[in-house]
């Protein structure tokens, strides 16, 4: 028994050895990675005194004060970029240039920061809620047709967001998900008639899927939102994330600075970092692990049913998040059929067969479930291998066969599928659309570079250049909201 018990003991130490050794091998080849990144500059660097965070002394209670402070918040980055720009580092197209961006200037006002967009004669109200490393910026096109419609619009920029990068190296989840809840909870005070509506990109869909999860805990119905429209929804992410801030082992003790970023680049884009904190990957992987625990709970007890009817627009392929997850997480659990799914589908023309190489998993998994699954399955995709035009395939609950109906779109030549940053984004935009114009004619945007030349030289990263930034299709996500909002408010 001794013998037995001291090999026991034997393979925990062999254990314990080559587990602190791969986590020494793992930092020291990070710490190799990060020394080719670019050299820090204040923009990855600086601390600003006054972000909101969840649990700060005097935290803003209504969306008004959140704004008053953003004030104050934003007249630290103007000091930072009057102090810290230089023209020989930083590119003259930078956000940072205190002279301003000539992206930025297309625009007659800045989209940094949350906003309120009072409707003439208002019907509804809605809050919107931005993506990971973006700005409200992300949803200004949807902000102003709901407006038109006449819903207020309450636009909230979450903190760490719209300023620096390195806001997204100090931020955590929960400061995100205290944002969230004092606007709903302000928005509900200042329109107790209106029917709340909510509209949430990426990580501020996850944020809004948690407030509505929480709310059903607690048996606070009455804070639900009426319906919920999700863009490219972050309900799960790659589980390496977990283990981004491993590296704070040796950058908290002011070694290797660099390797607590991803990636290190010029902040050209005037409403998205370029640069990427590896903690903003771990508090994104924290709270959908968050939601996803609850998203089960609530499945067991049953209160997944009283979640409010959600409509959700997603890329079967999607480097960001899973897509997967978007199925098996969240629509596995939805029930009362009034939720709806819609995938966009990758351009299926038999000339860009050969040159596809994804995994189908979440396109055949939403596929074989659709028929049983209690949502409404709707699916984007090309009318036949031979045409660019698409087709609207839907799947009702419990059908065994879809419906399909023509829509007047079709793929642009040379574009194989959506992606994850494209959905929001009409392609008009002034700042990513492919086809966008000004007073003069045609803008060349963030979204439609095509200049080719010698490597290293541009400063926006070729990935970037390659990576879809508009939604072809985005008239039929915009259109499918406005519509349903519409039929929610007939009389």
């Not at 809050?127 to 949803?139: C, E, F, R, W």
């Not at 903190?159 to 806001?167: L, M, Y």
């Amino acid at each position: 028994m001794l013998r037995a018990l001291r090999g026991v003991l034997r393979l925990v130490k062999y254990a314990a050895v080559l587990a602190l050794g791969g986590l020494v091998v793992l930092l020291l080849g990070d710490v190799l990675y990060s020394s080719g990144l670019r050299d820090l500059r204040p923009w990855q660097t600086a601390e600003l005194a006054n972000e909101f965070h969840a649990g700060m002394p005097n935290a803003p209670r209504t969306f008004a004060e959140y704004m008053a402070l953003e004030d104050r918040l934003f007249a630290e980055v103007k000091a930072l970029e009057r102090r810290d720009y230089d023209a020989r580092l930083d590119a003259s197209l930078s956000r940072y240039n205190p002279a301003g961006s000539m992206l930025a200037a297309r625009l007659t006002r800045g989209w940094n920061r949350s906003y309120v967009l009072e409707a003439r004669r208002a019907r509804a109200v809605a809050l919107l809620v931005h993506g990971l490393s973006d700005s409200p910026y992300s949803l200004r096109s949807v902000a102003l047709a709901l407006q038109a419609e006449g819903v207020t619009v309450y636009g909230l920029r979450l903190p760490g967001h719209g300023t620096i990068p390195a806001g997204l190296d100090q931020v955590r989840w929960q400061d995100w998900m205290a944002a969230v809840e004092m606007a709903f909870n302000d928005i509900r005070a200042r329109h107790p008639a209106l029917p709340l509506y909510f509209v949430g990109y990426s990580c501020g869909a996850a944020l809004g899927l948690k407030y509505a999860a929480d709310a059903l805990e607690q048996g606070r119905d009455e804070r639900l939102p009426k319906r919920m429209f999700l863009i490219s929804p972050a309900v799960g992410v790659a589980p390496v994330a977990m283990l981004a801030n491993l590296q704070r082992l040796v950058t908290d003790l002011g070694i290797a600075p660099k390797s607590r970023w991803t990636n290190v680049d010029l902040e050209v884009d005037p409403y998205k970092y370029g640069s990427f904190a590896k903690n903003a990957g771990a508090q994104i992987y924290y709270l959908t692990d968050a939601l996803a625990g609850e998203l089960r709970a609530l499945e067991r007890s049953g209160l997944s049913a009283r979640l409010p009817p959600i409509m959700s627009f997603q890329s079967v392929v999607d480097d960001t998040v899973n897509a997967d997850a978007v199925v098996n997480r969240l629509y596995g659990v939805l029930r009362g059929g009034a939720s709806e799914l819609a995938l966009f589908d990758v351009n299926r023309l038999d000339g860009l067969r050969p040159f596809l190489d994804f995994s189908q998993r979440a396109l055949d998994d939403a596929t074989r479930r659709g028929a049983r699954s209690d949502y409404r399955l709707t699916l984007i995709t090309n009318a036949s291998p031979e045409s660019s035009d698409v087709v609207e395939r839907v799947w009702a609950p419990g059908a065994q066969a879809p419906v399909s109906r023509p829509l007047p779109y079709a793929w642009p030549a040379g574009v194989y599928s959506l992606s994850h940053v494209a959905l929001p984004f009409a392609p008009n935009d002034p700042m990513y659309g492919l086809e966008a114009r000004g007073p003069d004619g045609p803008l060349r945007t963030l979204g439609n570079l095509e200049l080719r030349g010698e490597r290293k030289v541009m400063v926006v990263p070729a990935a970037d250049r390659l990576r879809l930034r508009s939604n072809p299709f985005y008239a039929y996500l915009l259109g499918r909201i406005t519509a349903r909002i519409e039929q929610d408010l007939k009389p």
